[in-house]
């Protein structure tokens, strides 16, 4: 097979060969075709060279960018071809590539946002408009009558002649600045807000020779196993480097030690700071091949000294901390207050209950790994970033390198979920390899060690009071109070507070001494308040002896965006809501929002029907989900029926199977044996309706809200079926007999 | 030790531990980097390889046990991308990450292998890799269309 340019990517750099498009520094930049801008450049044979920033991880967030580049550039789809803008050119370049102060982002896995939509616009625009003013030079005519209308061709109408980009490419590059022209309207697209396209990087997946993170291969690299501290906080007490020196391929052990000077004295623009990359006390066995440092490993006589976390000798110890602490105010923290909630527990019809949502692992299926070569004067890092400027960053700190001795290369990722997005994981290699400069250091955390040294999302228990109108029978006061470790649980961003409960507390505690570590995971803080949030209010619409959708329509009637009750109406028309089933089946509807950030016309809502059965000995099988969103409009209808299914057996997951326990301060997990993932067998039939779109002007995210609603949809569901009310998640650890 | 492997109608002679998992020679002794490290349990499925036209999970198997038989990666699939299953995953866009994908192919290939007109319990049963991000429905949709392809070629 012809390797395609995109291999390139990791051997040109790993041979620092130069001259290859996906250059480290502008200098380095492609010596044979000029640029038309560092995002774009155009080879004589047409191909379509763009540079993006946002990895991909599986968010199609190289494809929409190239979309959006492309519904402007009007070139020939099928000849665009896509490499990662360099992090490190960013910095040297001035903000070459986050040119709106959003950096975060533009390094980041969103691909709708506006700020990032219009400046691609701008830069397909402006290429174009490079070119149409070369081939008006090249023809002797005014640059007006030159048209680009599509497939990389300029055509001049009054003389009959036309030229490919290719052949003007070079010469456009060479021109001053020109004016961009004004964008296209929406309602002129021909490739945005349509069915596709597909993956750009879809062949490349399904012959397995996409390079992720792990595939990069680099000359005279070797490679580590790594080993750090059973309880999250501990320290190396003492480790026994002789025993495995001999063995085979064996290195060099080396140490990670979170207690040590680091940093570099400048002012960081690392989009997520420093705070949450702390380096863990790990040991490393470097070895020739993979499997020599994970056996030397295993065989290294280690101890550790476990510290504070030890005082946690269970699971139920931290939970019941969480669930003491809800019952009282100290140091509580106010998060919302609204109307006035009085004294709750005294109104005429109150209903009050608590919940619990565990710590889960995001699992991606690419364990942690990255690679990294320090040398007396540079780092080089070649890894599978959620966000490529916050490892940059982050390799500088832990290198003690200035960032323009960073060069820091992005590769295709394996999953993220959250887990590689504060970049602990580049700092752990860094580490690693700093104690072995002059060879590329590969360092695979094995699944056990990823999982056991995760960043969770948070345990969270909270108690939810309401008072219900006495006529209505909705909710006219709500009380939610919250203890976590971690500041993700965000109830005072969800919709029924913000308006359609009139009077509203939240506060929240911090479980200062857990020291279990959290961490983003798939729509942080939402995934645990919509399950609290939804399990709650149809626990309201019960004790009103009301229908859950009706109750929950009727709790929205006035919400000012129109999404959430057409999204209710077509999830429950999909799904038959209302149709008599039989005992042990039940249906379960559920909605939340996630990205909301205080706005009722802002983030995306998915409401979702759940169909389950539950056989009197417990045994539970979701036949069905059906899911409406509301995200504004689409630009991929394809991608987000995608990202829509996954994201909702992603969040049917987290619900029935996900919990991370704890022994003695260890985390207990290790592996998809004791931490179970749905398989195709137990995935059940979803059907995503686009019937809830409002036709807002905005392309809200679509990577976290399906996960969000399917818990609480799937546990209503149990209730309707079983009379059983879940309060907890896993379900699936849960007696759900019946009778 | 001295290993002798047949991969992809190649041999290969390796100077190597003979506990080695078949994943890791393949990955980091011979380059074949399409064969992904998903859990070193045999549980996920990402390292997915034939071994004599059956699917089997390469982190689980040693070195010196994959000696004598035919074994096939996903780099030895196709010349072209041209497997019905590699095709219909792209017309349906099946993959988000992808890291599952190769395994998935290979376990789906050899289950049209033997049985050409695969049921929904065929697949459930044969095709039960992990996929973290859930593309399952596009999976098994683009095994019956593969499925379909054959069957009309």
Request: net charge neutral; with cysteine; hydrophobic share 40%.
């Amino acid at each position: 097979m012809k390797p395609d340019r995109r291999q390139f990517l990791i051997t040109a750099a790993a041979t620092a060969a130069g001259g290859m498009a996906l250059s480290v520094l502008p200098e380095a930049a492609d010596a044979a075709t000029p640029e038309l801008s560092a995002w774009l450049v155009i080879e004589p044979d047409d191909t379509v060279i763009l540079r993006l920033p946002a990895p991909e991880f599986g968010n199609g967030a190289m494809t929409q960018q190239a979309a959006c580049v492309v519904e402007e550039l009007a070139c020939d789809w099928a000849k665009v071809k896509v490499e990662f803008a360099s992090a490190t050119r960013d910095y040297t370049g001035y903000s070459v590539y986050s040119v709106v102060p959003q950096a975060a982002a533009f390094f980041g896995g969103r691909s709708t946002f506006l700020m990032r939509v219009m400046g691609l616009q701008k830069v397909g625009a402006t290429a174009r408009q490079r070119l149409v003013t070369a081939a008006a030079a090249e023809w002797g005519v005014p640059v007006g009558e030159v048209t680009a209308a599509g497939g990389g061709v300029l055509t001049h109408a009054a003389s009959g002649r036309s030229l490919r980009y290719g052949q003007v490419a070079g010469k456009a590059a060479a021109l001053g600045a020109v004016a961009t022209p004004p964008i296209k309207p929406a309602s002129k697209w021909t490739l945005l807000g349509k069915a596709g396209p597909g993956k750009l990087n879809n062949p490349q997946i399904v012959d397995g020779s996409l390079t992720y993170g792990i595939d990069v291969r680099v000359p005279g690299m070797v490679y580590a196993a790594l080993l750090q501290s059973p309880v999250h906080g501990g320290r190396l007490k003492s480790y026994d480097a002789a025993a495995v020196k001999g063995m085979p391929g064996v290195l060099a052990v080396v140490t990670v030690d979170p207690d040590e000077g680091r940093g570099v004295a400048m002012m960081s623009n690392a989009p997520y700071g420093y705070a949450l990359t702390a380096p863990r006390s790990a040991v490393a066995v470097i070895a020739e091949h993979y499997w020599q440092a994970r056996k030397a490993l295993e065989a290294l006589p280690v101890t550790w000294d476990d510290g504070r976390g030890a005082q946690w000798k269970s699971t139920d110890q931290l939970y019941d901390a969480a669930l003491k602490a809800l019952d009282s105010d100290d140091n509580v923290r106010i998060e919302k207050l609204s109307g006035d909630v009085g004294d709750i527990a005294k109104a005429a019809k109150v209903v009050e209950q608590t919940y619990l949502t565990p710590w889960c692992d995001q699992a991606p299926l690419e364990p942690l790994n990255g690679t990294a070569l320090v040398t007396a004067d540079k780092v080089e890092v070649w890894h599978p970033a959620q966000n490529g400027q916050q490892a940059f960053w982050v390799a500088s700190d832990e290198s003690g390198m200035p960032p323009e001795r960073v060069i820091f290369h992005q590769t295709y990722v394996g999953g993220a979920f959250g887990r590689r997005l504060e970049s602990d994981d580049v700092r752990m290699v860094v580490a690693v390899a700093k104690r072995f400069p002059g060879r590329p250091v590969h360092v695979i955390w094995s699944r056990e060690e990823m999982m056991r040294q995760g960043k969770y999302r948070p345990m969270v228990a909270a108690k939810l009071t309401a008072a219900l109108d006495e006529t209505s029978g909705l909710p006219k006061a709500m009380v939610a109070r919250q203890a976590s470790r971690g500041h993700y649980p965000r109830f005072a961003d969800t919709a029924y507070f913000m308006g359609p409960i009139p009077n509203v507390r939240v506060d929240a505690r911090e479980l200062a001494n857990v020291h279990v570590t959290p961490g983003p995971y798939r729509g942080p803080g939402y995934n645990s308040y919509a399950f609290i949030q939804e399990t709650f209010i149809d626990e309201c619409a019960h004790g009103a002896g009301a229908d859950p959708l009706d109750y929950r329509l009727k709790l929205l009637a006035d919400w000012p965006n129109p999404g959430w009750v057409k999204s209710l109406k077509a999830a429950a028309a999909g799904a038959g809501w209302g149709k008599k089933l039989p005992k042990g089946v039940g249906q379960g509807i559920a909605i939340c929002g996630w990205g909301l950030n205080g706005a009722a016309q802002g983030g995306t809502c998915v409401a979702v029907v759940a169909t389950v059965e539950v056989s009197k000995k417990g045994a539970l099988v979701v036949r069905q989900l059906d899911a409406a969103f509301d995200c504004g409009r689409v630009m991929n209808h394809d991608a987000v029926a995608n990202l829509m299914e996954g994201g909702l057996v992603f969040g049917l997951n987290m619900a029935l199977n996900e919990e991370m326990t704890v022994k003695d301060g260890r985390m207990v997990e290790g592996n998809f044996d004791s931490y179970p993932v749905l398989r195709m067998a137990q995935a059940p039939k979803i059907n995503v309706h686009f019937e809830g779109l409002s036709g807002a002007d905005r392309y809200s995210e679509m990577g976290e809200p399906p996960v969000g609603p399917v818990g609480p949809a799937v546990g209503n569901a149990i209730f309707r079926a079983t009379g059983k009310r879940l309060r907890r998640t896993p379900f699936l650890k849960q007696d759900l007999s019946w009778s | 030790m001295a290993v002798s492997l047949r991969i992809n109608g190649q041999t290969h002679q390796l100077d190597i531990d003979p506990t080695t998992p078949l994943l890791w020679v393949l990955r980091d002794h011979l380059g074949m980097t399409g064969t992904k490290f998903g859990c070193g349990m045999a549980l996920c499925g990402a390292c997915t390889v034939h071994v004599d036209g059956a699917a089997v999970r390469s982190c689980g198997v040693a070195v010196q046990d994959a000696q004598g038989v035919e074994i096939t990666t996903i780099e030895g699939l196709s010349p072209d991308r041209g497997h019905p299953l590699q095709k219909a995953w792209v017309e349906l866009n099946v993959p988000q990450c992808g890291y599952c994908q190769a395994g998935m192919i290979m376990a789906a290939a050899a289950l049209l292998k033997a049985k050409p007109q695969p049921t929904d319990a065929d697949i459930d049963a044969q095709v039960d890799n992990l996929c973290r991000c859930g593309t399952y429905p596009r999976i098994r949709a683009a095994i019956h269309k593969a499925a379909g392809q054959a069957k009309s070629a």
